[in-house]
């Protein structure tokens, strides 16, 4: 069965600190990926997603950044964090783009000091 | 790209209480209408779904009706419980590859 894994829980970083969190799925092969952004307990914001290696769009400019390095891989960077990107972020596969169900991982809440 | 609209965005009801949330859309190509449920401080999960082949399905105390004409469709719960609260999402697809997610429904089951 296909399983998600992503890390860390929970994260504490100063403002202007970088940031990498990282996101892999098992029992699977070229899935699609995404990165959201949940702010305030509400409201699923897309910030990246990707349909193959290397394949990186983004739905919102903004601080952060997107990688693929691998099939199975997804990471979600920042060289700079700031205040405002403090919140709660959730890593997601689908098996199919837009019409299948998408299964999320735990999710990192990011606090920014 | 796809609008998803969701109301209400506060729900509170007794337990035993039925509760409905609704959404609307805006392209009519869409096909797929999922219902995810989150738990306070976890992952949203799919509780259900539908496709544009259908006009309702349901799941034991869950059901979702999807009306193509008017580009809406609702969630309905029955007989609520208190484990049913929850921030509830409906979404649609977006493009070719992503889903738009609708605001979230805060449903509060008071016992």
């Known amino acids: 069965s296909q399983t998600i894994h992503q890390w860390p829980a929970t994260l504490v970083q100063p403002v202007g600190s970088p940031l990498s969190l990282e996101c892999t799925v098992e029992g699977t092969s070229n899935p699609n990926l995404y990165w959201y952004r949940q702010a305030a307990g509400r409201g699923l914001q897309l910030l990246f997603y990707?349909?193959?290696?290397?394949?990186i769009s983004s739905e919102v400019p903004q601080n952060l950044s997107a990688s693929r390095p691998q099939d199975r891989q997804f990471i979600l960077s920042s060289k700079k964090l700031l205040l405002s990107d403090s919140g709660f972020y959730l890593c997601?596969?689908?098996?199919?783009?837009?019409?299948?169900?998408?299964?999320f991982g735990q999710g990192t809440r990011l606090t920014v000091v | 790209g796809e609008n998803v609209e969701q109301h209400p965005s506060t729900l509170s009801v007794q337990e035993g209480d039925s509760a409905v949330i609704k959404c609307t859309y805006s392209d009519s190509a869409s096909n797929y209408f999922p219902w995810y449920k989150q738990e306070l401080g976890k992952r949203p999960q799919l509780i259900i779904d539908i496709r544009s082949n259908v006009g309702e399905k349901k799941d034991q105390r869950i059901a979702v009706t999807l009306n193509k004409t008017a580009k809406h469709f609702s969630l309905h719960i029955t007989e609520t419980q208190p484990e049913d609260s929850a921030v509830y999402f409906c979404?649609?697809?977006?493009?070719?590859?992503?889903?738009?997610f609708g605001k979230g429904t805060m449903l509060l089951v008071s016992p």
């Open positions: 997601a596969w689908s098996g199919s783009p837009g019409n299948t169900e998408a299964f």
């Open positions: 990707s349909v193959g290696i290397g394949q």
């Open positions: 979404a649609a697809p977006s493009g070719y590859s992503t889903l738009t």
